[in-house]
């Protein structure tokens, strides 16, 4: 399962870097996707660190199940590997001078 992670964290930044420069809309759908999945998992951990402070719960074991959330992981990982496919296209750009 770690093979398969790296290889993901990899290859997949790899291939939406090369869509950037040969299909321009897609930056446009990268672009998107990247700020819904940043809303819905900045919701997601703030309503549950609101919910430690409301309900005053044991804060580290409350918090450590959003780690578990769907709604916390899918947009979380679009966002690593989104940050990653920016940093390629910040580097070719730079050897592209």
Same mark, same amino acid.
């Given at each position: &399962? %770690?093979?398969?992670?790296? #290889? ?8 939406? !870097?090369?869509?950037?420069? &040969?299909?321009?809309? #897609?930056?446009? +759908?990268?672009?998107? +996707? $990247?700020?819904? !999945? $940043?809303?819905?998992?900045?919701? *997601? !951990?703030? %309503?549950?660190?609101?919910? +430690?402070?409301?309900?005053?719960? +044991?804060? &580290? %074991? %409350? #918090?450590? *199940? ?6 916390? #992981?899918?947009?979380? $990982? ?7 496919? &920016?940093?390629?296209? $910040? ?7």
């Amino acid at each position: &399962m %770690t093979t398969i992670i790296i #290889l993901g964290i990899i290859f997949i930044p790899v291939v939406m !870097s090369g869509t950037y420069f &040969m299909w321009h809309r #897609l930056r446009l +759908v990268y672009d998107v +996707v $990247a700020l819904i !999945s $940043a809303i819905v998992s900045f919701s *997601a !951990s703030s %309503t549950t660190i609101y919910s +430690v402070i409301k309900n005053n719960t +044991v804060f &580290m %074991t %409350t #918090l450590h *199940a959003l780690f578990i959330d769907p709604f916390f #992981l899918i947009p979380s $990982a679009y966002l690593g590997v989104y940050v990653i496919y &920016m940093l390629c296209i $910040a580097v070719f750009e730079q050897f592209k001078q």
